[in-house]
């Protein structure tokens, strides 16, 4: 059975770093693209990252680029987001999902056959 389970989240004050992982399990993680969402209260899910399957290609939000940064690491089956120089406005619930295809439109969440439980940032002013 396919399971994505993240961990790293925690509370940070405004410009403190943080590094998320997703452990991924029941499925090859090189076969699929692996994306970042969160979704703040009252907010829509949206999309943070993807790194492609396909050549290990990485995209970014634009509210995040040059501070975020995704990562995998195929023997351990992990996917990494590390955060840095963090915001009020990155606090959020963080999901890790797994999809078949590549990165474009990686923001669509309909897309995504597997999520995890999400873990919770807090960037405190």
């Known amino acids: 059975q396919a399971q994505l389970v993240e961990s790293g989240g925690g509370s940070v004050q405004s410009g403190g770093s943080l590094r998320l992982s997703c452990a991924a399990s029941?499925?090859?993680?090189?076969?699929?693209?692996m994306s970042w969402f969160r979704q703040a209260p009252g907010k829509e899910r949206e999309g943070v990252s993807c790194?492609?399957?396909?050549?290990?290609?990485?995209y970014y939000a634009d509210s995040v680029k040059g501070r975020f940064t995704i990562s995998r690491d195929s023997d351990k089956k992990t996917v990494y987001l590390r955060m840095n120089s963090l915001k009020p406005e990155d606090t959020a619930v963080y999901y890790c999902?797994?999809?078949?295809?590549?990165?474009?439109?990686?923001?669509?969440?309909?897309?995504?056959?597997?999520w995890g439980q999400g873990t919770r940032v807090n960037v405190s002013a």
């Open positions: 790194i492609s399957s396909n050549d290990g290609s990485t």
């Open positions: 029941g499925f090859t993680l090189n076969y699929y693209s």
């Open positions: 999902a797994a999809r078949q295809w590549g990165c474009n439109y990686y923001s669509d969440s309909t897309t995504y056959l597997h």
